[in-house]
Protein backbone atom coordinates (compact mmCIF):
# COMPACT_ATOMS: atom_id res chain seq x y z
CA UNK A 1 0.00 0.00 0.00
CA UNK A 2 1.50 3.31 -1.16
CA UNK A 3 -0.43 6.84 -0.49
CA UNK A 4 0.81 9.25 -2.73
CA UNK A 5 -1.30 12.46 -1.24
CA UNK A 6 -3.84 13.07 1.31
CA UNK A 7 -6.70 12.61 -0.70
CA UNK A 8 -5.90 8.96 -2.28
CA UNK A 9 -7.81 6.31 -0.52
CA UNK A 10 -6.31 3.28 1.59
CA UNK A 11 -6.69 0.13 -0.98
CA UNK A 12 -5.80 -3.05 0.74
CA UNK A 13 -8.02 -6.23 1.49
CA UNK A 14 -6.56 -8.92 1.87
CA UNK A 15 -8.41 -11.02 4.62
CA UNK A 16 -6.78 -13.80 6.39
CA UNK A 17 -8.47 -17.14 6.56
CA UNK A 18 -6.08 -19.41 9.17
CA UNK A 19 -3.13 -21.94 8.75
CA UNK A 20 -3.18 -25.16 7.32
CA UNK A 21 -0.62 -27.73 8.43
CA UNK A 22 0.25 -30.30 5.83
CA UNK A 23 3.15 -33.22 5.38
CA UNK A 24 4.75 -33.83 1.60
CA UNK A 25 5.49 -37.19 0.46
CA UNK A 26 9.37 -36.43 1.75
CA UNK A 27 7.52 -36.32 4.95
CA UNK A 28 8.43 -32.67 5.98
CA UNK A 29 5.97 -30.90 7.51
CA UNK A 30 4.74 -27.25 6.09
CA UNK A 31 2.79 -24.67 6.68
CA UNK A 32 0.64 -22.96 4.45
CA UNK A 33 -1.09 -19.56 5.18
CA UNK A 34 -4.39 -18.81 3.35
CA UNK A 35 -5.66 -15.38 2.22
CA UNK A 36 -8.93 -14.43 0.62
CA UNK A 37 -8.30 -11.67 -1.90
CA UNK A 38 -10.23 -9.06 -4.04
CA UNK A 39 -9.57 -6.12 -6.71
CA UNK A 40 -9.02 -4.05 -4.00
CA UNK A 41 -5.80 -5.75 -3.43
CA UNK A 42 -4.53 -4.38 -6.74
CA UNK A 43 -1.82 -3.04 -6.24
CA UNK A 44 -0.03 -6.07 -4.50
CA UNK A 45 -1.59 -8.23 -7.21
CA UNK A 46 0.12 -5.92 -9.94
CA UNK A 47 3.65 -6.53 -7.88
CA UNK A 48 2.76 -10.36 -7.53
CA UNK A 49 1.95 -10.45 -11.73
CA UNK A 50 5.84 -8.86 -12.00
CA UNK A 51 7.14 -11.21 -9.50
CA UNK A 52 6.56 -14.91 -10.79
CA UNK A 53 8.40 -16.69 -13.78
CA UNK A 54 7.69 -20.46 -13.64
CA UNK A 55 10.78 -20.25 -16.13
CA UNK A 56 13.10 -19.55 -12.76
CA UNK A 57 11.41 -22.10 -10.43
CA UNK A 58 11.50 -25.21 -11.77
CA UNK A 59 13.53 -27.19 -14.52
CA UNK A 60 12.35 -29.73 -16.98
CA UNK A 61 10.08 -28.34 -18.90
CA UNK A 62 9.90 -27.16 -22.86
CA UNK A 63 9.56 -23.40 -23.55
CA UNK A 64 5.90 -23.93 -24.91
CA UNK A 65 4.84 -25.40 -21.76
CA UNK A 66 6.27 -22.69 -19.17
CA UNK A 67 4.73 -20.08 -21.74
CA UNK A 68 1.41 -21.79 -20.53
CA UNK A 69 2.18 -22.23 -17.47
CA UNK A 70 3.38 -18.46 -17.11
CA UNK A 71 0.20 -17.36 -18.78
CA UNK A 72 -2.06 -19.56 -16.31
CA UNK A 73 -0.26 -17.57 -13.52
CA UNK A 74 -0.58 -13.59 -14.91
CA UNK A 75 -4.52 -14.94 -15.72
CA UNK A 76 -5.17 -15.96 -12.34
CA UNK A 77 -3.80 -12.75 -11.12
CA UNK A 78 -5.80 -10.68 -13.51
CA UNK A 79 -9.12 -12.48 -13.11
CA UNK A 80 -8.62 -11.40 -9.02
CA UNK A 81 -7.55 -8.01 -10.00
CA UNK A 82 -9.87 -7.17 -12.78
CA UNK A 83 -12.85 -9.33 -12.50
CA UNK A 84 -13.53 -11.22 -9.06
CA UNK A 85 -12.02 -12.68 -6.20
CA UNK A 86 -9.68 -15.80 -5.18
CA UNK A 87 -7.85 -17.22 -2.63
CA UNK A 88 -4.12 -16.61 -1.88
CA UNK A 89 -1.96 -19.59 -0.61
CA UNK A 90 1.76 -18.77 0.53
CA UNK A 91 4.54 -20.87 2.47
CA UNK A 92 6.87 -18.58 4.84
CA UNK A 93 5.32 -15.74 3.55
CA UNK A 94 6.08 -15.95 -0.19
CA UNK A 95 2.92 -16.75 -2.41
CA UNK A 96 2.68 -19.93 -4.16
CA UNK A 97 -0.67 -20.18 -5.53
CA UNK A 98 -3.65 -18.14 -6.94
CA UNK A 99 -7.26 -19.55 -7.42
CA UNK A 100 -9.94 -17.35 -8.91
CA UNK A 101 -13.54 -17.71 -8.91
CA UNK A 102 -16.88 -16.10 -10.36
CA UNK A 103 -20.31 -16.76 -9.14
CA UNK A 104 -22.47 -17.30 -12.37
CA UNK A 105 -25.76 -18.28 -11.28
CA UNK A 106 -25.81 -21.85 -9.95
CA UNK A 107 -22.18 -22.35 -10.76
CA UNK A 108 -19.41 -20.99 -9.39
CA UNK A 109 -16.58 -20.48 -12.29
CA UNK A 110 -12.73 -20.91 -11.69
CA UNK A 111 -11.48 -18.98 -14.63
CA UNK A 112 -7.92 -20.06 -13.44
CA UNK A 113 -5.90 -21.88 -10.86
CA UNK A 114 -2.26 -22.05 -10.39
CA UNK A 115 0.71 -23.26 -8.11
CA UNK A 116 4.37 -22.47 -8.81
CA UNK A 117 7.14 -23.56 -5.88
CA UNK A 118 9.33 -20.76 -3.62
CA UNK A 119 12.66 -22.84 -3.95
CA UNK A 120 13.85 -23.71 -6.47
CA UNK A 121 12.08 -27.44 -7.75
CA UNK A 122 10.21 -27.82 -4.98
CA UNK A 123 7.22 -27.84 -5.35
CA UNK A 124 5.22 -26.80 -2.24
CA UNK A 125 2.77 -29.63 -1.45
CA UNK A 126 -0.95 -30.02 -1.42
CA UNK A 127 -1.07 -25.73 -2.37
CA UNK A 128 -3.58 -26.40 -4.58
CA UNK A 129 -6.03 -28.57 -1.75
CA UNK A 130 -5.40 -26.19 0.51
CA UNK A 131 -6.96 -23.56 -2.12
CA UNK A 132 -9.98 -25.67 -3.33
CA UNK A 133 -10.52 -26.77 0.69
CA UNK A 134 -11.58 -22.72 1.26
CA UNK A 135 -13.39 -22.64 -2.38
CA UNK A 136 -16.25 -26.00 -1.56
CA UNK A 137 -16.11 -24.42 2.12
CA UNK A 138 -17.15 -21.35 0.62
CA UNK A 139 -19.40 -22.66 -2.25
CA UNK A 140 -21.39 -25.14 0.32
CA UNK A 141 -21.97 -22.00 2.68
CA UNK A 142 -24.20 -20.28 -0.31
CA UNK A 143 -27.53 -23.33 -1.03
CA UNK A 144 -27.77 -21.00 -4.87
CA UNK A 145 -24.58 -22.88 -6.09
CA UNK A 146 -25.17 -26.14 -7.25
CA UNK A 147 -21.36 -26.74 -8.64
CA UNK A 148 -18.05 -25.36 -9.25
CA UNK A 149 -16.78 -25.68 -12.83
CA UNK A 150 -13.49 -24.93 -14.34
CA UNK A 151 -11.43 -26.19 -17.25
CA UNK A 152 -7.88 -28.16 -17.27
CA UNK A 153 -5.39 -27.34 -20.31
CA UNK A 154 -4.15 -30.83 -21.81
CA UNK A 155 -0.31 -28.97 -21.90
CA UNK A 156 -0.34 -27.75 -18.43
CA UNK A 157 2.39 -29.01 -16.60
CA UNK A 158 1.60 -31.81 -13.78
CA UNK A 159 -1.52 -32.94 -15.66
CA UNK A 160 -4.33 -30.78 -13.77
CA UNK A 161 -7.35 -32.65 -15.14
CA UNK A 162 -6.36 -36.03 -13.04
CA UNK A 163 -5.45 -33.78 -9.83
CA UNK A 164 -9.10 -32.30 -10.61
CA UNK A 165 -10.53 -36.02 -10.94
CA UNK A 166 -8.79 -36.76 -7.90
CA UNK A 167 -10.47 -33.99 -5.79
CA UNK A 168 -14.14 -35.20 -7.53
CA UNK A 169 -14.65 -33.44 -10.52
CA UNK A 170 -16.25 -35.00 -13.35
CA UNK A 171 -15.39 -34.23 -17.38
CA UNK A 172 -18.33 -32.64 -19.05
CA UNK A 173 -16.66 -32.02 -22.44
CA UNK A 174 -13.48 -31.95 -24.33
CA UNK A 175 -11.46 -30.75 -27.14
CA UNK A 176 -8.28 -30.88 -28.49
CA UNK A 177 -7.04 -27.75 -26.38
CA UNK A 178 -8.77 -28.36 -23.16
CA UNK A 179 -11.25 -30.62 -20.77
CA UNK A 180 -13.92 -29.17 -19.20
CA UNK A 181 -14.91 -30.01 -15.56
CA UNK A 182 -17.84 -29.69 -12.97
CA UNK A 183 -18.07 -30.94 -9.16
CA UNK A 184 -21.32 -31.35 -7.22
CA UNK A 185 -21.95 -30.35 -4.01
CA UNK A 186 -22.33 -33.84 -2.43
CA UNK A 187 -18.92 -34.45 -4.05
CA UNK A 188 -17.32 -31.12 -2.80
CA UNK A 189 -18.64 -32.14 0.79
CA UNK A 190 -16.65 -35.48 0.14
CA UNK A 191 -13.71 -33.84 -0.61
CA UNK A 192 -14.18 -31.93 2.43
CA UNK A 193 -14.31 -35.00 4.31
CA UNK A 194 -11.34 -36.62 2.76
CA UNK A 195 -9.08 -32.79 3.46
CA UNK A 196 -9.40 -33.82 6.69
CA UNK A 197 -7.19 -36.71 6.91
CA UNK A 198 -4.92 -34.39 4.63
CA UNK A 199 -4.67 -30.93 6.02
CA UNK A 200 -4.53 -29.63 9.27
CA UNK A 201 -6.80 -26.23 9.03
CA UNK A 202 -6.50 -23.64 11.85
CA UNK A 203 -9.27 -20.64 11.42
CA UNK A 204 -7.32 -17.20 11.87
CA UNK A 205 -8.57 -15.82 15.31
CA UNK A 206 -8.66 -12.15 13.32
CA UNK A 207 -9.55 -11.33 9.80
CA UNK A 208 -9.61 -8.16 9.58
CA UNK A 209 -8.37 -6.89 6.30
CA UNK A 210 -4.61 -6.57 5.89
CA UNK A 211 -2.03 -4.82 3.44
CA UNK A 212 -0.59 -8.00 2.05
CA UNK A 213 2.53 -5.77 0.37
CA UNK A 214 3.26 -5.56 3.83
CA UNK A 215 2.57 -8.82 5.61
CA UNK A 216 4.05 -11.11 2.14
CA UNK A 217 7.22 -10.99 0.64
CA UNK A 218 7.81 -11.06 -3.07
CA UNK A 219 11.06 -12.22 -4.80
CA UNK A 220 12.25 -9.64 -6.93
CA UNK A 221 13.28 -9.82 -10.76
CA UNK A 222 16.03 -7.53 -12.94
CA UNK A 223 13.84 -5.08 -15.55
CA UNK A 224 14.73 -7.14 -18.64
CA UNK A 225 13.55 -9.77 -17.24
CA UNK A 226 10.13 -7.93 -16.45
CA UNK A 227 10.44 -6.61 -20.09
CA UNK A 228 10.55 -9.92 -21.82
CA UNK A 229 7.83 -11.21 -19.42
CA UNK A 230 5.22 -8.58 -20.27
CA UNK A 231 6.77 -8.71 -24.33
CA UNK A 232 5.44 -12.14 -23.82
Request: charged share 30%; proline share 4%; glycine share 6%.
Amino acid sequence: MQITNQNQKINFGGIPLGVAKVVGRDGKAAELSLYKITKKDDEFLGKLERSVDAKKLQDGFNDDQYALWNFLIKNGISECRYRGTGFLVTKDNVPCGILSYQPRYFTVSVPDVATWPVEKNKKVPFAGKAMFMELFKHVLKNDDYSQVSLVAMKDSVYSPSEHYKSLGFRKTSENKLDIRMVIPRGRMMKALEEFKSLIDFTPAKNQDEVDLAKVLKLKKRKIMDIFKHNKN
